[in-house]
Structures are given as structure tokens and as C-alpha cells.
């Protein structure tokens, strides 16, 4: 397996920055901002420069580079195997209502047969994240591990795009399958926020909205416990997401709110909020942010039996806004794992998709580090 990656500034030329990657790569990961990624004249570069590969990526809010963060930049990292088989597939996703059908449709649209791993990359606002990996988990073989996330749009929340063997789109959902006996596979997903307050019951919901927490409307409640912070709803939300437990299942998700509804007091989030499920704000601890990508990243090779050669990171957008111009710590904390082989490049995101550990089931996360480490023996 041979790896390659570029970072594209604004202003440099995109041909010549191409031609460090190797024209046989059969997978092309382009990551970027909406503005960069949505130019007529990316696609036609990468499909000249790279004739054979998959090319699959999509809208950022930030992208990761090595230990390098930017913004409004593009990432390309290309992957030639020596004996895994890539194929990528895309399907169209009519809007959160439509998300787990969707999951269902693309991991149907793969053949089984020496399937190892799913890298799915999903349009990031008009989505359920929670239904769209029920869909592919409930549809995917149980041996298939499965990770990838939302694409994102800077701060905005407005629109997002996915490329997928063709120019980027809206409202796409896009999925890399991998095939062959010598792939290694590592994921895990870890965040590092830290909770306060009273546990709340969730009463009334629907889906990925959420109405009422003990009886009560969530939006009054949520701004009592922001106080000042409140007045830049909602955009201050990914600074105090809300971590979620299921009274039956053991273990926990954070959730990251989308927006927020003053008409009817609601607040709509990236994943279901069930009724019955408790729910509790979180705030940031800087040095527990960072030791999660740590053990993320420790994590995500614990079970391989040999070095991985490529990461794929997969980080929050909350994350980002909390750590500023710390940011860089926590991609250096994976690297500092993984050590000086891998090629390492990935996104800021709008929700994250992996298992907590190899081996759990995978979920729809907020605020966390999601590692993928691919390797060949």
C-alpha cells in the first residue's frame, strides 16, 4: 500500500500540486471547503491527474493536513493498494425523514462477498446521523466495520456537498467499500467533554427534535443554563453540547445541536434524542479534548497486527471552536501515536461515524475524534 498526500492553498496551482500523487492511486480522499471543493475545475484536475482512482470527499468545516489544521484550503490523499479492491457508490438523500432509508440503499448496493470496512461520507445538515448508520449497520454484514461523517460548512450550518466520482452535490451520501483478506481496519471515536448539572429526562421528542426535558420546554431550559451565552444561539451551542444516556444500553453519546425552534421551544440536534434517554450538559476540558484523540488514536490500532499506513481523522467542528489556536495539539496527539509512517489527513465535521472501540457497535457521535487506520499485510 503506498499513500501520498497535498495540501491546495488558495492561490496555488492546482495541476502542479497534483502531480506529487501518484497517477495509479485506486482511492482519492479530497477534503475541503464548500467554496474550494464545489469549483468546476477540481474534479475534471483529480480525475485527469488520478484516471483510475475512486475519488470520494467532501465540504469541510476545517481540514486536517499531517499535524496541520486549515481552513479553506483542500487535502488530497491518494491510497494505491496492493491487493485490496476499492468501489465507491452514492445515493441521494430527500432529507432527515429519508435518512435510514438511504443507509439502507447504499450497503445494499454492495456486493458481500470479501467486504471488510464501509468509509461513508454524508451530506451534513439535511440528515438524521442516527438513522443513516441504523440503516447501514441493519443492511452491512455484522463482520463489515463501518466509520466516516458528516461533511460540514465552516460555521455556517447552510449547505454542505459530497463528491463521489463526479463534481460535488448536495444532499449525497457517499460510501468507499473495501475488499480483500490482507486489509487491516482500526476505528474508535473518543471526546473528552466534561458534564454539569442535573440529569434531565427526555419527555417529548421526535426523531432528532427534541421538546421537552422534564415536562418542560428544552429550549427555556437549555438558555437558563447558558445564561448570558444564550444571546448567540446557535451558533453557541457546539461550545455546551449534551451528552445522552439510554437507561438500558450501556455507555453514552454526545449530542451537538443543529438548531433551535422559538416557536415551539424545541431544539433539533445531529442524531435522535429518544424519549425515555437522559440527557445532561457538557462543557469543555481543554486537556481531556486532547487525551481523547490520544486514545482514540491508541484505540484505533490496538487489535491490528501490523503498522497502519494511512489515518483518516474525523474530528468536531465544537471541537474546533473550543481549542482555537490549540487546535493542532490534538491531531499532534494522534500523531504522536501513530508515529512518522502513516500519511494522516481528515476533516472537521458536522457528526462523526465509528464505534467507541473495535469491535462495539457503531454510532452517530458529536464533539469526538474519530481515527480509521488502514493497512496492508
Sequence with gaps: MEVGSVRVEPGQDLNGS????????????????????????????????????????????????????????LVVTAARFESTRVVAKSVSVAGPGDSRLAGRRLAQSFATAGLVHVFVLSEGVAINGSELVLGLTESLPPHVSLSGGLSGDGEAFARTVVMCDRPAESQIVAAVAFYGSRLRVGLASLGGWDPFGPERLITRSSANVLYELDGRPALELYKRYLGPHSAGLPATALLYPLSLRDPIEVGGLVRTILGISEADGSLTFAGDMPRGAYTRLMRANFDRLIDGSKLAARRSVSLLDSAPQMAVLISCVGRKLVLKQRIEEEVEAVREVLGDAPVIGGFYSYGEISPFTPGADCSLHNQTMTVTTFGEV
Design 18 to 73: 497534483l502531480a506529487v500523487l501518484d497517477t495509479r492511486a485506486d482511492l482519492a480522499l479530497v477534503f475541503g471547503s464548500r467554496g474550494r471543493i464545489s469549483a468546476p475545475e477540481l474534479y475534471p484536475a483529480l480525475r485527469a491527474w488520478l484516471p483510475q482512482a475512486r475519488i470520494v470527499g467532501c465540504s469541510t468545516a476545517g481540514e486536517i493536513f499531517g499535524t496541520q489544521v486549515g481552513d479553506d484550503s
